[in-house]
């Protein structure tokens, strides 16, 4: 496969630290580019990972050597250099969530797929491969009958003037931290969920929430359990329970690449741990989205989904006027 050329717009944390190193580490990815509205990062960027440094995300662009785009910007800002990327003709790796609001993201989806582009939201843990067993555990029936799943991410208090603390930028609990315990929910328990309660604690000062909850449920009576927050001790890992046992993962949303899994199953007169191989959730991530550019498919419909869910928590959480069932549905 020819790789793809890559162009990063903005230089963030989680692209210098996590992404580009995967993609200097896939051989179907090219760096191309990388922008940054601050000339000096931008060639700083450039100079560790390769590509040519750009003042200004308008003008990578414009590059003609750019086919697709990752966008690791602040969260209130990704409508609109995501519009802007497929506008542009360029297939879009965007850090999740993809928007902050419902209507936004569908707008996109739509815009994507009538362009024929791919558009991915950039939830890594996805694409580890500890989940895939735990889905074929399910599936052979170890935990008998599934009841229900919790599931918890959270994290310590993070400095003053962090992006997840200001609201102007997407901040808070249940966009930053409660997207990975809700994308559990909807791997394991597949897409038609619906919210039944949820609860955000916002602090006033900050006008955003700093944790929450979230009760949800299936239409055969399975219900996961969720929880995230910004000013707690690390937790990342779920449980499934069934009629016959109980299956425990912990490190699952954000494990480094030399993390062994371990797998805890737990019936009635047995406790059995499976280890399971390293896996590089970011790399697999940055593959995938190049085969998807390649090979298709071009849409996910994980994307919507997921925002629905988040709109419906936040509703269910701040009722007012508009009830959970006015939202939109597509």
Not at 139 to 150: I, K, T
Not at 151 to 174: C, T, W
Not at 184 to 204: F, H, K, S, T
Request: aromatic letters at 4%; hydrophobic letters at 45%; one cysteine or more.
């Amino acid at each position: 496969m020819t790789p793809l050329r890559l162009g990063l717009v903005g230089c963030a944390d989680v692209a210098v630290r996590r992404v580009l190193p995967a993609v200097a580490a896939c051989p179907d990815v090219e760096l191309v580019a990388v922008a940054s509205r601050d000339p000096a990062k931008a060639e700083r960027v450039a100079a560790a990972f390769g590509g040519a440094p750009v003042t200004g995300y308008e003008r990578l662009l414009d590059r003609a050597d750019v086919e697709a785009v990752y966008v690791p910007l602040p969260s209130g800002l990704h409508a609109h250099w995501v519009r802007a990327a497929l506008r542009a003709g360029r297939h879009v790796l965007a850090e999740k969530p993809l928007t902050t609001d419902l209507a936004d993201t569908e707008e996109l989806v739509d815009l994507a797929r009538d362009a024929r582009l791919v558009l991915r939201e950039n939830t890594m843990f996805v694409h580890h491969s500890q989940h895939a067993m735990v889905m074929r555990l399910l599936a052979d029936g170890v935990l008998g009958e599934l009841r229900s799943l919790s599931a918890v991410f959270a994290i310590p208090p993070r400095p003053p003037g962090d992006i997840r603390l200001r609201p102007e930028l997407g901040g808070g609990s249940l966009l930053d931290v409660g997207a990975y315990p809700v994308r559990a929910a909807q791997l394991l328990l597949g897409p038609e969920l619906e919210v039944a309660g949820a609860v955000l604690n916002d602090d006033p000062e900050l006008r955003v929430d700093l944790d929450g909850a979230a009760l949800l449920r299936r239409a055969d009576g399975v219900v996961a359990h969720l929880s995230f927050g910004l000013r707690h001790h690390y937790g990342s890992g779920y449980r499934l329970h069934g009629s016959r046992g109980r299956l425990s993962v912990e490190h699952a949303f954000t494990p480094p690449a030399t993390h062994r899994p371990v797998l805890l199953l737990e019936r009635q007169d047995s406790r059995e741990e499976r280890v399971l191989p390293a896996d590089d959730q970011v790399l697999n991530a940055v593959g995938a989205f190049a085969r998807a550019v390649r090979d298709g498919p071009l849409t996910d419909p994980s994307i919507v989904a997921q925002a629905r869910l988040v709109a419906h928590i936040r509703l269910a959480a701040r009722p007012g006027p508009t009830r959970v069932d006015e939202v939109p549905h597509g």
